[in-house]
């Protein structure tokens, strides 16, 4: 049987899949399996994304970063679920995240 893509997943089935993740994400940790845990991390920021709608999030507004709060991203512009910009500490470097990473500076 093949898998659905989260992009053609229904909000209850994204939200089934992140339970599951998330519970597999608590084992792998605690077993200290860190590249399982960070696999499964991202699994749950790609399904979280879908959850959300993309038009919320619009180029030129900075935005703060959930794993990494002290840095802040500037977005240029949007691809789907992406955002793709760059951190305002490194212009230079241009980097996509899932949107679901992203909060909306105060």
Same mark, same amino acid.
């Given at each position: 049987m093949q898998e659905k893509r989260y992009s053609q997943m229904k909000e !209850?089935?994204?939200k089934q899949e992140i339970a599951v993740l998330t519970e597999k994400a608590r084992k792998?940790?605690?077993?200290?399996?860190?590249?399982?845990f960070a696999v499964l991390e991202r699994k749950i920021a790609m399904a979280k994304a879908y959850l959300?709608?993309?038009?919320?999030f619009h180029p030129g507004e900075v !935005?703060?970063?959930?794993?990494?709060?002290?840095?802040?991203?500037?977005?240029?512009y949007m691809n789907g679920i992406f955002a793709w910009g760059s951190r305002v500490d490194s212009p230079d470097h241009e980097e996509a995240l899932p949107i679901s990473?992203?909060?909306k500076k105060s």
């Open positions: !209850y089935e994204l792998a940790e605690q077993l200290g399996i860190v590249n399982e959300l709608d993309p038009t919320t !935005y703060e970063i959930v794993e990494d709060p002290e840095s802040l991203f500037k977005i240029d990473l992203l909060i």
